[in-house]
């Protein structure tokens, strides 16, 4: 493990503030400088850049950042026994570390952000990682305040996140991502890299925002793919029903085959789904 500062090993730090990783709260933390370094160039160069950084623990990723040169970085931390690791890398860092103590669910950061948008680069707590996910894809207006996501999550879930058409893990979180980012799988860590090791392989996902995502109404698309995938292995005629329309002229629409299932329809296909759906809607 390579030093990335002058300041004391986080092995040193977590025994010096009893910061056991607690299940309640998602907590594993990464105690190898040489991949929270890894991590944070995923995001691509760093240097003047402002990093949200969710769930920095006793703040290894939050060193990787600010010494490969992030101009500014934003750590939101519900953990209080994390708050005298983290002000002693402020210390170390003047001026340029901001942590807010508070649920990344109910924190905007928008307001703190300044001009330009920032990168959100996390090793997100895996209990609340797939809604911070959904709540980011969500943003509107959109292009959103940030240029890109680098977090990391469980494969499984990293897995549905990149998924394509005609796969096991291809779903709504697949829809949503693929819709409004180019997502990508960067890398795989081992559970040895984490304290305490987790049962699973872990994967860091690179998502960058799509500057005009295909225009149709996230309320609408939510609902659609919601009605596709709640029964995968129905056929659309079938699936679609509950949307309260006809199925049948929905498809027509949309240019979609009755006969489909919801796991053969590309993003594209969702979208015009989406679109046809609010016209009848509308002409009713």
Not at 28 to 35: I, M, S
Not at 54 to 64: H, I, Q, S
Not at 144 to 172: D, N
């Amino acid at each position: 493990m390579s030093a990335l500062d002058d300041l004391p090993p986080l092995r040193d730090v977590i025994r010096r503030h009893g910061l056991s990783a607690q299940k309640s709260l998602g907590q594993n933390f990464l105690l190898d400088l040489n991949l929270t370094g890894r991590i944070a160039r995923a995001s691509g160069a760093l240097e003047g850049a402002t990093v949200v950084e969710v769930g920095p623990g006793p703040g290894g990723l939050t060193r990787a950042l600010l010494a490969l040169g992030a101009g500014r970085v934003i750590a939101i931390e519900r953990d209080p026994r994390c708050l005298e690791a983290l002000a002693e890398i402020s210390a170390y860092y003047p001026g340029r570390l901001e942590v807010i103590s508070g649920d990344a669910l109910k924190v905007d950061v928008r307001p703190l952000l300044g001009e330009g948008p920032a990168r959100v680069v996390a090793n997100l707590p895996y209990n609340v990682a797939t809604l911070l996910l959904v709540g980011w894809l969500s943003t509107d207006p959109w292009p959103p305040w940030f240029s890109s996501l680098t977090l990391m999550f469980q494969k499984e879930v990293a897995e549905r996140i990149v998924a394509a058409p005609g796969s096991k893990a291809y779903g709504r979180l697949a829809v949503l991502a693929g819709w409004r980012t180019t997502a990508r799988i960067a890398f795989d860590v081992a559970p040895s890299a984490f304290v305490p090791p987790p049962k699973v392989t872990s994967s860091v996902v690179h998502l960058v925002p799509r500057a005009v995502p295909l225009p149709c109404a996230l309320s609408t698309l939510e609902k659609v793919t919601e009605a596709a995938f709640g029964q995968r292995r129905k056929m659309l005629r079938q699936s679609l029903k509950s949307l309260g329309v006809d199925a049948g002229a929905l498809l027509a629409a949309a240019q979609v085959e009755e006969t489909a299932r919801a796991e053969e329809i590309d993003v594209k296909g969702f979208v015009a789904l989406s679109n046809a759906l609010d016209a009848l809607r509308a002409s009713r």
